[in-house]
């Protein structure tokens, strides 16, 4: 679905000013935050828990109140105009909510009528929505008969039905195995296709490299980084493995040009080497000093390595 032309399309989707939040609690999730997201973008949150994200979008879709700094969405400040604001989001949130006694077709007229949108136009859009959801054989289901992976396409559906200009997901694959995950990258890739811009938060750096083109990196409060996904990952130059050999290794190992082993015990070589370099190189060099590789393992955890990196902090608590 094609949202309408957006008034000066150069006004960034999200515009965010010297953020800041402390809870009643005292806690200070958000140390002055400051991005902007072009129209258009998908653009990912990344960091471990607690590092802030769901309060950054909890702010921006104006279910957080902020403590000070500034939001705009697509020029719009949502201090002074919140219901403006609002109009041009759809938000995903973390946890399935929608009544699982309701239709997927009904969960998506009755949400559009809450927005305000009359219900013929309602009806159209619910059945463009599934079906761009791949839900629309089951769109007079029970909601609780859908698996785990529709139900979470069919919370996108619903959000689509304003039409928002900005969808804004809250971790949308936490805890869904791949197949769905997959599934659910697919679908948001063809609405960021067809127009609208993406923010997504998550913790798995596999999926912000899968889907998104700009991002910023949170931790503590604090952006350590942001800027597009490939400049990132280029700093992303070094990758490690763990090597079964099969027979005992010999005392010398042999030599690679650009990368480095080491015996981690009789059976195993850790090595790290440039991405670029291809891991058949690195066979063929251990086969001609006849080495054999049974199996092999990753052993860097590349957010991991990429949070040690950015941060010096050790105890990231993050996947990838
Ligand atoms: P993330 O989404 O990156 O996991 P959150 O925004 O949920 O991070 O949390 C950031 C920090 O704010 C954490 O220390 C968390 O405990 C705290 N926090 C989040 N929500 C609340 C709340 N409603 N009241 C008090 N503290 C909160």
């Known amino acids: ?12 989707a999200l515009s965010i000013r010297d953020l800041r939040k402390t809870y009643d609690n ?50 719009v400040d949502i201090a002074a105009d919140r219901d403006a604001a609002m109009r041009l989001i759809g938000l995903v949130p973390q946890e399935i909510n929608f009544n ?3 239709k997927p077709f009904d969960i998506c007229v009755n949400y559009a009528g809450f927005y305000g949108v009359p219900r013929a136009i309602a009806r159209e859009r619910a059945e463009r929505v599934l079906k761009e959801a791949q839900l629309w054989d089951k769109a007079d289901k029970m909601s609780r008969t859908l698996s785990g992976g529709m139900k979470r396409r069919l919370m996108i559906a619903r959000a689509m039905m304003t039409s928002p200009r900005l969808l804004i997901l809250d971790e949308p694959t936490a805890g869904v195995d791949i197949e769905i995950r997959r599934g659910m990258w697919k679908t948001l890739k063809e609405i960021n296709a067809s127009g609208t811009t993406i923010i997504l938060t998550t913790h798995y750096l596999e999926e912000a490299e899968n889907l998104c083109r ?21 700093k992303l130059d070094v990758e490690g493995f763990l090597l079964d050999i099969e027979q005992a290794l010999p005392g010398v190992l042999p030599k690679i040009e650009g990368a480095t082993l080491l015996a981690e015990d009789e ?4 090595i790290e080497k440039p991405r670029a370099m291809e891991l058949n ?15 092999m393992r990753t052993k860097t955890n590349r957010l991991e390595e990429l949070f040690v990196r950015l941060t010096g902090d050790n105890n990231t608590g993050v996947a990838a």
């Open 1 to 12: 679905m094609t949202p309408d032309p957006i008034p000066g399309a150069d006004v960034p």
């Open 26 to 75: 005292g806690v200070e999730a958000l140390k002055g935050i400051s991005l902007e997201v072009a129209p258009g973008d998908f653009y990912a949150l990344l960091g471990p828990n607690g590092a802030g994200k769901s309060t950054l979008i909890g702010i921006a879709s104006s279910l957080v109140n902020k403590t000070s700094g500034e939001v705009r969405i697509f020029g």
């Open 100 to 102: 699982m006694f309701e």
């Open 214 to 234: 700009n991002l910023a990196i949170i931790d503590k409060g604090r952006i350590v980084e942001q800027g597009p996904m490939k400049a990132l990952l280029a």
């Open 267 to 270: 059976h195993t070589i850790d």
């Open 281 to 295: 190189h690195v066979f063929a060099a251990l086969d001609a000093a006849g080495i054999r590789v049974r199996s």
